[in-house]
């Protein structure tokens, strides 16, 4: 039924493409709608055997392909597509929502683009929009003001170099740098810019809600591809390995050896025979690694290499110090 | 005459026509129907039929003792002129979302951008968009999952899936009406009620074990109804300690006192500034806001590390300090494994 259905979506689209636009060949309709050769050519069979009673020849549709081209005639009544229905318009409107904090530049452009797309659904469809769009909740927001979005859209695909002040987001520490921006990554619900840092001569990735400001330049820079990793480029992480990144054997509680698989998917995690887990990953950012063995600081049972356990030993003792304090303590800023 | 014939013909029949026809009219004219002997066999096949051009958004209408019409201005795309650079953005959202694994109707949109662009002249932007956006991890289980989640809330249908939340030993049946979905950091969710608990709850979908399937009620017409003024979009706002998973308790009003470079990481959460007020300053500041789930708060709080506080309630502060003290006593000792 729904492969009926599929097929007979497309032939109903296929058809008044074919007829707006005869300058299109075979391989590009083949192209556009993701079908191939074979299949357009048993769509057009089945479509030449279709029409209006009483099925003569002056009232089947017409349809040839040769030489690449596909000629269709006789389905006036299908010279335009169907409605969009509110599924379609759904999916416009969700692209739209996604890509727009970052396409900043065109944000007024597809701001149109919507109003026109909802003014081409009938009253019930918009109706049935406005049910899906009360379903499903994606707050994707760019998190720069759209200016500076604007202004790094540009540097990215300009290949201008910009100059950006950084707020480190957890240690708060404030730089200047420039940058010669690659790629913007959406991962886990946070923006990173992936891009190569002056001061560093190395490939570094921001927080996009830690950067200040951001000015571009009129410095023209080439991307240095070989420098990003592919997994950070297939967008399967956002950490980038370094030359002093050394390997680490944690171990947990078995309460909480879900969470360790959950969070850290794709890194090795061996489960123990009480149902405790090891987990061994490569970092250098210590800091970054306790502030999240902190999420649940009474699991962690094993830390190596020893001056990890030690640095996170002391951690947990400041912080115990500080709620030991029958009122709050003065707080020591780090 | 194979099914997919018999539809075009049928729809070529309705859409040619300027008047209302009748059963015995299509029975006899449209080519498809010939083979079929019995007035019931026949009745059948075309209300198949007539679902399956509905399904595809062809509006057909019964008009009382003269037959089926289909209105030509609701079938027909109106005519829609996109400037050059809308559809230039529109083709390059659309290639962003594409890639998104798990975007619901993103089966949709192809076709639905073809429709779209049907009058305007869309140039194609070949290069590919330098973005690597990503939502969240897909794979063709949770794709499925979601399609079903999908399906059942639109047609209100009830679910059930076996379902092992982070603190739960062994997964449990849940038997669920399944309210919508939305994305927080990384993760589906689905809101529904669920009918085992008799609660309003959440479930995180790559949590779930197995498929989910649809719990059999009533063929046609919905199995239950969404409250009304129930919104995902405000779940998918809030931080996980705002949110309770289950209905219930009222939020508690926290204090916390926070080094200035926590800020701004805070900032959103804040509903009052106590002191010392205004911004700027190297001191710490007491803050108040809200959460209902004490364990998802205390996960959080402390996973930002120093430079931050709680200050009250007294009961979570203690709770703070036994977590800590456990984990001290934990690795204070020589390092052991195993």
Not at chain 1, 71 to 81: T, V
Not at chain 1, 129 to 141: F, G, T
Not at chain 2, 227 to 237: D, H, I, K, L, T
């Amino acid at each position: 039924m729904a492969k009926v259905r599929e097929r007979l979506e497309k032939m109903l689209l296929l058809v008044p493409y074919v007829m707006q636009h005869p300058e299109l060949t075979a391989t590009d309709l083949c192209r556009h709608f993701g079908v191939s050769r074979k299949e357009l050519t048993r769509d057009l069979q089945v479509l030449f055997l279709c029409g209006l009673p009483d099925y003569g020849p002056g009232d089947l549709i017409f349809c040839v392909l040769e030489d690449d081209r596909v000629h269709i005639e006789m389905a006036d009544y299908l010279a335009r597509p169907v409605r969009l229905t509110a599924g379609e318009a759904f999916s416009l409107l969700l692209a739209i929502r996604i890509a727009g904090g970052l396409l900043a530049k065109s944000s007024v452009a597809l701001e149109r683009a919507e109003e026109k797309i909802r003014s081409a659904l009938a009253v019930q469809e918009l109706g049935d929009l406005r049910e899906l769009e009360e379903r499903v909740a994606i707050p994707v927001e760019a998190q720069l003001p759209g200016e500076a979005m604007s202004e790094l859209s540009e540097a990215i695909t300009a290949q201008r170099s910009a100059d950006i002040t950084y707020r480190a987001v957890n240690t708060g520490d404030v730089s200047r740098r420039r940058l010669d921006p690659y790629y913007l990554l959406l991962m886990y619900g946070k923006w990173y810019l992936v891009a190569y840092c002056h001061s560093r001569q190395d490939l570094r990735i921001f927080r996009l809600d830690g950067i200040e400001d951001l000015k571009l330049t009129d410095l023209r820079f080439e991307r240095r591809e070989e420098l990003v990793p592919a997994r950070l480029r297939e967008g399967e992480t956002v950490y980038l390995p370094g030359p002093q990144d050394c390997t680490v054997r944690l171990s947990f509680t078995p309460r909480i050896a879900q969470w360790v698989r959950e969070s850290w998917a794709g890194e090795q995690v061996e489960t123990l025979a009480g149902g405790g887990c090891v987990l061994t990953l490569k970092t250098s950012n210590y800091g970054w690694l306790i502030r999240r063995l902190l999420q649940h600081p009474s699991e962690v049972v094993g830390l190596e290499p020893e001056d990890l356990r030690r640095q996170f030993l002391d951690t947990v003792r400041r912080l115990r110090r500080v709620y030991e304090g029958e009122t709050a303590a003065a707080l020591s800023v780090t | 005459m194979r099914k997919i014939e018999r539809l075009i013909n049928l729809l070529a029949f309705l859409l040619d026509s300027r008047r209302p026809r009748s059963l015995d009219e299509i029975r006899s004219r449209v080519l498809g129907y010939e083979g079929i002997d019995s007035e019931e066999a026949f009745r059948r096949a075309f209300e198949r039929d007539k679902d399956e051009l509905r399904e595809l958004g062809v509006p057909i209408e019964y008009h009382e003792e003269e037959g089926y019409f289909i209105p030509k201005d609701a079938y027909y795309l109106p005519a829609l002129a996109f400037e050059p650079e809308e559809a230039l953005a529109l083709s390059l959202a659309a290639r962003i979302a594409e890639t998104q694994p798990l975007l619901p109707a993103r089966n949709r949109l192809h076709s639905a951008l073809l429709k779209i662009l049907f009058d305007t002249e869309a140039p194609s932007p070949e290069e590919k968009p330098p973005l690597v956006v990503r939502l969240g991890e897909g794979t063709e289980e949770l794709e499925r999952r979601l399609e079903v989640l999908d399906e059942a809330v639109g047609a209100r249908k009830v679910v059930k899936f076996s379902y092992r939340g982070i603190s739960d030993a062994e997964p449990h049946e849940r038997t669920v009406e399944p309210y919508g979905r939305f994305y927080r950091q990384g993760h589906w969710y689905l809101a529904g009620r669920c009918r085992t608990r008799g609660r309003l709850r959440l479930f995180r979908v790559d949590r779930i074990r197995g498929d989910v399937e649809p719990v059999a009620g009533r063929p046609k017409g919905r199995d239950y109804e969404i409250p009304p003024g129930f919104s995902v979009a405000e779940y998918a706002r809030k931080e996980l300690w705002e949110l309770s998973e289950e209905e219930g308790p009222l939020p508690v009003k926290v204090k916390l006192r926070v080094a200035p470079h926590l800020l701004p990481a805070l900032r959103p959460f804040i509903s009052t500034v106590e002191r010392p007020e205004g911004e700027g300053g190297a001191e710490a500041r007491e803050v108040i806001l809200e959460a209902t789930n004490r364990d998802f708060f205390l996960q959080w709080l402390l996973g930002l590390g120093e430079g931050v506080e709680l200050v009250e309630p007294a009961e979570w502060r203690r709770e703070a300090l036994s977590l800590l003290s456990a984990a001290e006593e934990a690795v204070g000792g020589a390092a052991a494994y195993g």
